[in-house]
């Protein structure tokens, strides 16, 4: 499921609204899934101002932080950031996996789960990827797969693919990286993610 698309361009014809959510949902998912290159930074900081209308709002004001720091970071040190978080010698200091942050008891049934919808959907692990289904990245990539699905099914499926598995433990990922001493960059990419994705979880429950 991981790919090296560039997640600002331009994805298949869907309302504007829903091409801007499917782009945010690649942009997440490549960051949790490598550091930043010099292009993808640029990209960020380039689009700074194009935020929602209401820029006191949290997303806008996130996506601001974001491209801010975007403009101010060396790739090379974004990538190194990454890698000391996410990776580590060992043990990771925070774990990208979200059975990770499920009660012991859940984790098993939730992975069979998760891995048995992504064979109904059609989707699996491209070849070489060594990450498991449960990797951050690869949630938010499934979501951006999902909206565009027809629309007399996508908003269901995307619905209950999110309070599955990102409502669980999206809080606590974006939390630990915040609160991290380790990271700088990812602060805001960790904010940026939890406000859009406190947009993502009012609008599903709305949605009723």
């Known amino acids: 499921m991981k790919g090296?698309?560039?997640?600002?361009?331009?994805?298949?014809s869907v309302a504007e609204e829903d091409q801007a959510r499917a782009d945010f949902y690649a942009l997440i998912a490549r960051l949790f899934?490598?550091?930043p290159d010099a292009a993808l930074l640029a990209a960020i900081a380039a689009t700074g101002e194009a935020a929602a209308a209401d820029?006191?709002?949290?997303?806008?004001?996130?996506?601001?932080?974001?491209?801010?720091?975007?403009?101010?970071?060396?790739?090379?040190?974004?990538?190194?950031?990454?890698?000391?978080?996410?990776?580590?010698?060992?043990?990771?200091?925070?774990?990208?996996?979200?059975?990770?942050?499920?009660?012991?008891?859940?984790?098993?049934?939730i992975l069979a789960r998760l891995r048995s919808e992504l064979t109904e959907l059609g989707l699996a692990r491209a070849l070489g990827v060594a990450?498991?289904?449960?990797?951050?990245?690869?949630?938010?990539?499934?979501?951006?797969?999902?909206?565009?699905?027809?629309?007399?099914?996508?908003?269901q499926k995307q619905k209950s693919f999110f309070l599955m598995y990102l409502?669980?433990?999206?809080?606590?990922?974006?939390?630990?990286?915040?609160?991290?001493?380790?990271?700088?960059?990812?602060?805001?990419?960790?904010?940026?993610t939890k406000a859009f994705l406190d947009v993502e979880a009012e609008s599903f429950d709305l949605a009723k």
């Open 55 to 109: 820029a006191a709002a949290p997303l806008p004001m996130a996506w601001r932080a974001l491209a801010t720091a975007a403009a101010a970071m060396d790739a090379e040190a974004a990538q190194e950031e990454y890698d000391s978080v996410f990776v580590g010698t060992g043990k990771a200091e925070i774990t990208p996996y979200i059975t990770h942050y499920l009660h012991e008891s859940k984790k098993e049934n």
């Open 33 to 35: 899934y490598s550091g």
């Open 4 to 12: 090296q698309s560039n997640p600002l361009a331009s994805a298949p």
């Open 131 to 155: 990450e498991y289904e449960d990797h951050f990245s690869s949630l938010c990539e499934v979501m951006r797969h999902l909206i565009f699905f027809a629309q007399d099914v996508a908003l």
């Open 167 to 192: 409502v669980p433990c999206y809080a606590n990922v974006c939390d630990a990286v915040t609160a991290s001493p380790n990271t700088n960059f990812y602060k805001h990419v960790a904010r940026f």
